[in-house]
């Protein structure tokens, strides 16, 4: 294919927002346990976090990681992780039918981010619990001190308030499947409160309602309309979920596939003229953002035959959930999701890939062992550095084509950065054809002063493998980030060759 781009540091989208590129930690299988959380691990530290697995986080890079759940958060009692650890309750955790030992909590929690460099960002339990946990929460974490909460936190060990900002009103409470699932108008109202009573014990919050768990629900779009019509001036932004996989039988399936971030681009946008239509209505003044909180590839279809989803087996602690082992293939979907939200950077201004840790992770650890990347944490990570800026408004003229599920595909997917201080224009860019190379051609006319070619890096298909590899503990490299060869700049066009299936 072949594709030709237009940009002009005049045509921005907006400034890359900081949050745009956030995981997720649920205690959900061995995410927490055995992921990010190990006292008798060889590299864990004095607070039993895997020193290993941190300096992964670090190169990696999330800028905020939402806790501590997910579908978990919805029958969670906080306080039960808190406090001194040999007190704490082991509980029935029936999101998962897994045995939660309280033994890591917020405390733990926002030690870890710390360590980590990251953000933290909280969700409430909307599902067995309602208004007045959540503010109780909120004095626990935010309020200095000389009130119960405050207090209890201080006997803890942790003097000063960890100022939490960003906060989830629940988590998919548009599912059936949800612990305490509820009616638009029945979580909207629930929502709404909640929201007004987290304000006034810390007005410097910034609140999620939950917006739709997939664009596939019955409800999209009238759940948005209903939630946003109740809690509009209360919150500042709505969230939405998305997990893509390979079909497994059908024609063309690798396509549709590859194709996915058309869904991404389609859903972002939906959601945004749905909360503009809500604004018009009702005469208000600003905008509600995305906080697009949990995104990924996830092979669905084999967890939802598992034993465990199908309540066969139950009440381990920490068991291997949902391991997926990512693909070559999988890496360039990811990357053309991340173009995806950072086209949309204007309205989408918090992101959360999930998971961080073994669960659909980004990283995989194991007990007691080592602990690498996926192939998928590779354009996360460069996105995640190298996006700086102002986010460009691309414009693409070149091969497209139409799979089973979508129309209009361009075979070549992008999105491009300006940072106008350094001097530094970064373009992400997918090549969606499986067996051809992509030739892009960049003109760069509208950019002053001579360019030149910093760096140029691709994930694709190496030597002897092929769109199926990935990598393991035993060749934990095996796929990643290779110098792109042959890319020059001449007569202020950048030329560019893309291999089949690839992320650059
Ligand atoms: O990330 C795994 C699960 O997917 C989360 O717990 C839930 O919110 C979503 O359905």
Known sequence: PHARLTIDPEFTVGPVPRRLFGSFAEHMGRCIYTGIFEPDHPTADEDGLRGDVLELVRQVGPTVVRYPGGNFVSGYDWEDGVGPREERPRRLDRAWRTVETNQFGLDEFATWAQKAGTEVMMAVNLGTRGMQEACDLLEYANHPSGTRLSDLRRSHGRQDPYGIT???????????????????????????????????????????????????????????????????????????????????????????????????????????????????????????????????????????????????????????????????????????????LLRHGDRVTVGAQAQLVNVIGLLRSEEGGPAWKQTIAHPFEQMRHRATGAILDVRTRGDQVSTARFDDVDLVDAAATWDE????????????????????????????????????????????????????????????????????????????????????
């Open 166 to 340: 960003l906060w989830c009103l629940g988590n998919e409470m548009d599912g059936p499947w949800q612990t305490g699932h509820k009616t638009a108008h029945e979580y909207a109202r629930l929502a709404a409160e909640t929201a007004r009573a987290m304000r006034t014990v810390d007005p410097s919050v910034e609140l999620v309602a939950c917006g739709s768990s997939g664009r596939g629900m019955a409800t999209f779009g009238e759940w948005e309309r209903v939630v946003l019509e109740e809690t509009y001036e209360d919150v500042d932004m709505i969230s939405a979920h998305a997990y893509y996989e390979e079909a497994q039988t059908g024609e063309d399936t690798v396509g549709d596939f590859l194709a996915s971030a058309k869904d991404m681009d389609a859903f972002i946008e939906e959601v945004v003229a749905t909360a503009d239509a809500v604004r018009a209505r009702g005469r208000h003044r600003k905008h509600v953002g995305i906080s697009f909180d949990e995104w990924n590839v996830w092979y669905q279809t084999p967890w939802r035959d598992s034993d465990r989803a199908n309540a066969r087996t139950a009440w381990d602690v920490a068991p291997r959930v949902i391991e997926d082992e990512y693909s070559v293939t999988d890496a360039v979907v990811v990357g053309t999701l991340l173009n995806s």
């Open 421 to 504: 201080e350094s001097g530094v224009l970064s373009l992400f860019l997918a090549n969606r054809s499986e067996h051809e190379a992509g030739d892009v051609e960049v003109p760069l006319r509208a950019f002053v002063g001579e360019m030149r070619v910093a760096e140029a890096l691709v994930l694709a298909a190496g030597e002897g493998q092929d769109r199926h590899t990935t990598n393991t503990q035993a060749a934990p490299d095996a796929v990643g980030m290779r110098p792109l060869e042959g890319v020059v700049v001449q007569d202020a066009t950048a030329r560019v060759t893309l291999p089949p299936l690839s992320w650059a």
